[in-house]
């Protein structure tokens, strides 16, 4: 028999071409197994069976059992609507179809007994159930039925009559023409070891639960199994990687290191820091290539950490390299870091896009014939042009920002691949982290150096705005400046301009004694860049700007950020902008101003702000009410793998065990030879046979 992989949906009875291609165009389902993979969102208990004379207005869901009386159309045109009257003895209800009129007629007769299911509501003194699931009462699924399960579908398949009953049934239908057990796709071993269900009852169960029970077994095997495989996918390729792919090896830690260690370095290194740089030391020492993740919030200490590894290179005779995700960014690294090494009499270099070729010609000259110790920059870096004498380190600050594609041309500047460290000031949740970077070794920076104070966080309501500015003046007139930061979102970027725009007269009318700046997206990279050079000079004292200032602005001078309309942004987001203050040593301020009529929702992710400057909480908090799609981009962050039925903000004790047990396998018998691993070698290659695994270049 054909494995389910190989059977085509189209020769399902009840399928056929037309519905096959539906059904490929909209969710993916091809074959047999795919269908079979294609899990519920939720379930509703169908297990009682309501009298009509019982229904009350607060009831969700309701199962009835009876016979349409009759059928009436009322209206015109595209209000036109069918009405049936559905009597069970005790008394009647109205049945409302606002489509598919003749194919109702056509399929329900009347004085033929039905199970209904649907929501009733109250319209004109009278229940009625709009558009109801309807049965033939002694249909097979309806009489076995307890839970039952609902199934995403989109409207063009809703159109077609193709919604969740129908994919329900089609799924009972492909599960009685599967003859036998199916092939189990786990070893006995595991499955003992982590007290799992047959891959057989759980398909079933997942499907067609009798109760709560199965259910619940059914979604931990079907879990821990995807993410299982998505772990040992992981771990084995990193385990083969640092097997086979050599790294330089920096034997020492020499003069340029401990003389900067000792003679420059303007403050003492946090516990965290060193820790970090502990790590960092071993993994380069090591022989093989480093691929390591530095997470650390905004204003840890990062740079620091990136400029001694940076040294590490450059005390073995290898070049550095920083690449930084804007021009002003990597201005700012360049700027304090020529400053730090000049004592040392190396030689560090800027490279963005706006420098002219004359002054490009002797940096890239430099390179070539490794002159320039250390080159940073901005996408410029990737350029062909740009070649390395002998580059042995790369580092990536705020590595969300570049696409994987890009980074891969970094990789490739040097014949042994250089060592990567990618830095990101943007918290990643652990269950997050272990998955979309579980090839990376993590490190964290989770202290901020001496001196530095949270920052105090206050949510407002817009009608206390005179307040709001009576505030702004006082830290004005102690010579502090101010950001103001508005929304500017693609679906309404029109009105948000206004509102920025508008915004920043707002401001001008209300403190006319103080020069404004404005920074938004749109402007030209040279005009944006002389306005924040404003700002970060102090010649301009309040910016008004969109997030464009997200990364890569620091002036410890400014301690107030506002942010409006804070309601419409992500906690991530916000916990981001609020970075951008509390860089010096004064007492900082972010202030959330909101309408007063938020959800429920969006009012606890405002507090959740105020109660905390824990980045990990933040981001925790955020995938949690957001879902981890949303935390990082496909696009950006390569991320190879879509889970059906696992979710990384719930399912973290899951995850962890899935991890274990791959681990374990993986340093007994990485190749999966054994006879015993075969099933795993088999699955592992069905699973991942098209994925291109982007994480040796981070």
Not at 33 to 49: A, Q, V
Not at 231 to 251: C, M, S
Request: aromatic share 8%; glycine share 8%.
């Amino acid at each position: 028999m054909p494995s389910l992989n190989e059977m085509d949906i189209k020769y399902l009875p009840g399928v056929g071409p037309k519905r096959a291609e539906l059904l490929a165009r909209e969710l993916n389902i091809r074959s047999y197994r795919d269908m079979l993979y294609y899990f519920p969102y939720k379930y509703i208990d169908r297990s009682k069976t309501y009298h009509i004379a019982e229904i009350t207005g607060s009831m969700p869901y309701i199962q009835l059992k009876g016979r349409i009386t009759a059928y009436t159309t009322q209206g015109e045109g595209a209000r036109r609507r069918l009405i049936a009257t559905f009597s069970d003895g005790t008394g009647t209800i109205e049945l409302v179809w606002f489509k598919g009129i003749k194919y109702i007629t056509e399929r329900y007769k009347t004085g033929v007994e039905y199970t209904l299911f649907g929501k009733p509501t109250l319209f004109n003194g009278r229940y009625n159930i709009a558009h109801p699931e309807i049965d033939l009462a002694d249909d097979i699924i309806d009489r076995s039925i307890g839970l039952q399960a609902y199934y995403s579908t989109t409207e063009r398949m809703r159109n077609a009559f193709l919604n969740s009953r129908t994919l329900h049934k089609m799924i009972y239908t492909l599960w009685h023409s599967i003859p036998g057990q199916l092939e189990e796709t786990l070893t006995p071993a595991i499955i003992e070891r982590c007290h799992l269900m047959g891959i057989n009852d759980a398909l079933y169960y997942i499907h067609f639960p009798r109760h709560v029970e199965d259910l619940r077994r059914a979604q931990m095997r079907l879990k821990f199994e995807e993410l299982f495989y998505l772990q040992l996918h992981l771990l084995r390729y990193a385990r083969l990687r640092n097997r086979h792919i050599g790294g330089h090896v920096f034997a020492h830690i020499g003069q340029y290191f401990n003389r900067f260690y000792h003679e420059i370095l303007p403050f003492d290194l946090t516990e965290a820091q060193k820790k970090v740089l502990r790590e960092i030391r071993a993994d380069v020492g090591s022989g093989r290539q480093m691929n390591r993740l530095l997470q650390g919030d905004v204003g840890s200490g990062k740079t620091m950490v990136a400029l001694m590894t940076a040294l590490m290179a450059i005390d073995n005779g290898y070049q550095a390299c920083i690449m930084a995700p804007t021009e002003i960014l990597a201005t700012q690294h360049y700027e304090s870091i020529a400053q730090w090494l000049a004592p040392l009499g190396l030689r560090t270099e800027l490279l963005t896009g706006s420098r002219r070729r004359s002054e490009r010609k002797p940096i890239l000259g430099g390179l070539e014939t490794g002159e320039v110790n250390l080159l940073i920059g901005t996408h410029a870096l990737l350029e062909e042009e740009v070649v390395f004498e002998n580059l042995g380190m790369v580092i990536i600050d705020e590595q969300h920002r570049f696409g994987v594609a890009q980074r891969a041309k970094l990789w490739k500047k040097n014949t042994v691949p250089p060592h990567v460290l990618v830095m990101t000031a943007t918290p990643i949740p652990r269950t997050l982290a272990m998955t979309v970077y579980g090839d990376l070794d993590v490190s964290i920076i989770d202290e901020l150096p001496p001196g530095r104070k949270p920052v105090h966080t206050l949510l407002q309501y817009d009608n206390r705005r005179a307040n709001l500015y009576a505030s702004l003046r006082r830290q004005l007139q102690q010579g502090r400046q101010v950001y103001i930061v508005y929304p500017l979102i693609e679906e309404s970027e029109k009105s948000d301009m206004k509102n920025l725009v508008a915004g920043y007269d707002t401001v001008c009318a209300n403190f006319p004694e103080y020069n404004v700046c404005m920074v938004h997206g749109k402007m030209k990279p040279a005009e944006k860049e002389e306005q924040m050079q404003r700002f970060v000079k102090g010649e301009a004292h309040i910016m008004v700007a969109t997030t464009v200032i997200e990364v890569g602005v620091n002036v410890p001078n400014a301690t107030v950020m506002v942010i409006e309309n804070a309601e419409r942004f992500g906690l991530a987001q916000l916990h981001q902008l609020r970075g951008r203050v509390g860089r010096g040593a004064d007492q900082s301020y972010c202030i959330l101003m909101s309408r007063y009529d938020l959800t429920q929702e969006t009012r606890k992710r405002l507090e959740i702000m105020v109660e905390t400057n824990d980045g990990f909480r933040i981001a925790e908090a955020d995938m949690r009410m957001r879902g981890p799609g949303d935390m990082e981009g496909t696009q950006q962050s390569g991320i190879a793998f879509d889970l059906r039925i696992a979710n990384l903000a719930r399912d973290g004790q899951i995850l962890q065990l899935a991890r274990d047990v791959a681990s374990a396998i993986v340093q007994e018998d990485e190749l999966l030879e054994r006879p015993a691993n075969y099933v795993l070698r088999r699955e592992l290659a069905r699973n991942y046979a098209k994925t291109v695994n982007w994480g040796q270049i981070s």
